[in-house]
């Protein structure tokens, strides 16, 4: 039997309905996440007119007219996928999924097509087809995992991505996802976890309080500095949850004493809009940048977080003017960087017991950050063990493209979607699992929970400050 | 049938080879076309160029791929590939052909080495044929053509290999020669509307996924006017 698959108990969990059946009733809409009342009425109407101003407006049509022509449907992606894997549904094979977008833009959208659908007497897209793609899309973690396979160089998760924006914009998106992008944006605080300016100073001072107490030294937590080197922009929800990272990261700041700041302005690095709509997306990059050139800083700074590490290092520039954006850069990027030219030290007897480091789908996939952090822990974890695969080819944590953040379709990320990296991980037999992202740390902390695993889900920093030597400069 | 071989292989052949030529290089240049109206709207033009060239070449010549996940099938598909590219084209007989009408030759692939490619090539395709079959994922996805493509592509190959060898009469010789010619062209007609239009767009595939990533910039206000969202919260 393969142990990647799950079993059918695991699956009926998995799929069992969270919805009220009277809201599925209203909604048209039988998925397993929760999403705002809609205009029901018209759905594909609608979807083509979304779907035809995306594309007027955007750069997806010539990647789709590529796609068509080439795909092999060779069920190469199929071995792949973490999902398909686990689940063992043909309609999780990645190029299925695709081709739910991929056959309606044929139908409505290319010459061929439209004639084809007018001779076979074909009237195209259904209201059933867009019940699936809501379904299908957010099955998929769009860790972009199986475009590596495919030879016709088809990205799943360009299409998924492109199928979320449509439906976001005919009002098919998670909730757990729009609400916080609104409170973001449009909210008062102007963060996803709602965090007010007040309580965020409480915060740091409390995490100043805990420094000194453990480690006897006064490490501080820049506000609002103007040209520093680095603008720090953390998943916001590290200030609740993640204290050992932010401590880690101050710690390393402290060390080398480098500038930095965080900004009262804007402080959170989250950007959910990558995962449901370009148009949030760009509307949230704005802000990072705003906020980085109010600060007059040199460098936007990421923290641990996957998909706020790659929607600003690749949409500053896109967003923000090309060349002239500022650099952005990830923690662990300036963390190795300080390591190797030797600006601080880390103690060897610290941490002895076995570590495996997680890449995150948003900082390996495209070979970006892959081996500092490596290099990092082997430089003081006397048990480093690997994880196969690993690296570009990782395999997703099982809570990838917001996924993570649907608290209703937990059963899903930690029965099907988490299923394969739960048996690498066990298989791994690692006592710390590294994984310097706010998602994947929640997503996998879920998943050792419910998948019984005897492991600790830390981030890179948090095992850092456990082992930096500070000198007391007081 | 000697007309009918005639019509074939004279202004039968002129026009589908027409049709496939023209049809190819048409939807090249729209795809280059579409990469660099992308590029040129794209936000963030900095492209990295080695690393979907690497890949590019990763592909079309996929010599580490055949080792990765699915050893038997890669290693199908690239044989199948090898002979279904390199018979058209350096096949002795072909290029006489080419060297007679055009005057242009080439080099040609020894007669010994053109039989066991071509012997390959129709035993690979009727192997992947099969595999379609047999494959619970692959025969999920396929639709009918995918399962007939590498049943068409084969047929020139067996005729071919037929007219070359076995004593048949010179009335069956014909037959199977206009066979030859005939399948060849009803494949040159259809490569550039069918997905083995593959054959020329595969270079640029790793390319088109890079770029696809560069969105332009500045969208939000005109898509949500043209949804009449203008303003409308999130
Ligand atoms: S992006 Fe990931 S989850 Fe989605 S189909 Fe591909 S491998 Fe599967
Ligand atoms: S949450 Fe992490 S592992 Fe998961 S998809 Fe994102 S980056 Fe990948």
Known sequence: MNKNRATEEERTRALKPTKKPEVMERQRLPVRYHVEDYDVADRPRRFLEAFAVILRHSNYRFALEHFIRMSAKCSRCSVQCQVYLASGDLKDIPCYRSELLLGVYRRHFTMGGMLKGRVLGDSGLTDEMIEEMAESFWNCTACRRCSIECPAGIDHGLITHLGRYILSEIGIAPRALVVSVREQLEGKTGNTSAIPVPALLDTLEFLQDDMRETKGVEIEFPLDVEGCDYVFFPAVSDYLMEADTLMGIAAVFAATGDSWTTGTGYFDGINYGLFYSDRMLERIVKKVHAEAERLKGKNILIGECGHASRSAKYFVPTYCGGEKALPVINIMEYTYGALTEGRFRLDPNIVTEKVAYHDPCNIARQGWIIDQPREILKAFCKNYVEMEPHGENNICCGGGGGTVSIDEIRPYRTTIAGKVKAEQIRGSGCKYLVAPCANCKKQLRELVEDQKIDCEVVGLHDLIYKAIILENKN | ?234
Request: glycine content about 6%; overall charge positive.
């Open chain 2, 1 to 234: 049938m000697q007309t009918l071989l005639e019509l074939a292989q004279g202004p039968l052949f002129r026009l589908t080879f027409a049709i496939m030529a023209l049809g190819l290089l048409r939807i090249f240049i729209l795809d280059i076309w579409g990469a660099i109206e992308a590029y040129r709207k794209a936000g963030d033009k900095n492209i990295p160029w080695k690393q979907a060239i690497k890949k590019t070449l990763g592909w079309l010549f996929p010599v580490r791929k055949a080792f990765g996940s699915r050893p038997v099938y890669s290693l199908l598909s690239i044989l199948f590939h090898t002979g279904l590219i390199l018979v058209p084209i350096f096949l002795f007989a072909h290029v006489e052909l080419w060297k007679s009408g055009t005057g242009l030759g080439w080099i040609t692939l020894p007669k010994s080495w053109a039989d066991y490619l071509t012997l390959s090539t129709i035993i690979f395709g009727l192997a992947l044929f099969f595999g379609r079959i047999a494959v619970r994922a692959a025969s999920f996805l396929s639709r009918k053509q995918d399962y007939l493509w590498p049943l068409i592509l084969i047929v020139p190959f067996i005729t071919g290999y037929i007219c070359a060898h076995a004593g048949v009469t010179p009335a069956g010789y014909r037959f199977y020669m206009l066979i030859h010619i005939l399948s060849a062209e009803l494949i040159f007609v259809l490569l550039p509307f069918t997905k083995i239009a593959h054959c020329v767009l595969m270079p640029l595939s790793q390319l088109v996924a890079t770029l696809a990533w560069r969105f332009p910039p500045d969208t939000d206000e005109p898509v949500a006017i043209s949804l009449n969202k203008k303003g409308v919260p999130v």
